[in-house]
């Protein structure tokens, strides 16, 4: 079944600290990954996404993550978190072929928050 | 360019009422998804719809369905209300002509359900 799975349901890290968020995703064929963040009370805004070539992807606000298929992680990074990254961040996978349009799959989340 | 709009913001219903959500897909796309998003969860898929039918649906009964017209908006409709129904719901609109590639969900504002 497809499914994504985010380890860390809260996180914190002080400002200027680098920041690691986990993604690890069960998907049957190559998947399409993205990550999402949402601030309190608001929608969804794309930070990235990953469809195929380069393993690493760059994204907004300073946002990089990595795709790793040995290990079916998609790993969001970012070298120095500011006050502003304090938000909910999903990981979500893109469900494709046999009938799928491309729904997504999201995980839980994880909460960032970000000490002065 | 005005991305994705959903109306109301927020919506008060009692259970057994029903509730009608509209959205606006961004301009020059066709597709329009719908999600609930329960409070500290991920968005879970409800249905798709592109060329006015519904093309895809999540695991949700048949009290929640949908229509699409022909400038794309899309309404979801939920009948019979349950507790269980308050949520976010988001509606994410993508571009018809890439859909086979997965291409990226852009997502509203939400529109808040509470059921009293």
């Known amino acids: 079944a497809q499914s994504v799975t985010q380890p860390d349901i809260h996180i914190t890290v002080s400002e200027g600290a680098s920041l690691e968020l986990r993604c690890n995703y069960s998907y049957g064929a190559t998947p399409y990954l993205f990550w999402y963040v949402q601030s309190p009370g608001q929608g969804l805004q794309l930070l990235l996404k990953?469809?195929?070539?380069?393993?690493l992807v760059q994204g907004i606000k300073g946002f990089e993550a990595e795709f790793k298929r040995s290990q079916s992680s998609f790993n969001l990074r970012k070298p120095s978190v500011h006050w502003s990254d304090a938000a909910e961040y999903f990981c979500?996978?893109?469900?494709?072929?046999?009938?799928?349009?491309?729904?997504?799959?999201f995980g839980q989340g994880t909460t960032l928050q970000v000490k002065p | 360019d005005a991305g994705v709009t959903q109306s109301p913001t927020h919506l008060i219903k009692t259970r057994g009422q029903q509730v009608t959500l509209r959205c606006s897909p961004k301009?020059?796309?066709?597709?329009v998804s719908w999600y609930q998003q329960a409070l500290g969860q991920g968005p879970q898929f409800i249905f798709q719809y592109y060329e006015e039918e519904e093309r895809q649906r999540g695991n949700f009964p048949d009290r929640f369905s949908g229509h699409q017209f022909p400038n794309y908006s899309s309404e979801l409709n939920v009948n019979a209300l349950l507790l269980g129904d308050s949520a976010l719901y988001l509606c994410a609109s993508s571009p018809l002509k890439r859909r086979a590639r997965g291409d990226t969900q852009y997502f509203g504002p939400g529109t808040r359900l509470t059921v009293l």
């Open positions: 979500a996978v893109g469900a494709m072929g046999s009938g799928n349009t491309g729904k997504l799959i």
């Open positions: 301009s020059g796309h066709d597709t």
């Open positions: 990953y469809f195929s070539g380069d393993t």
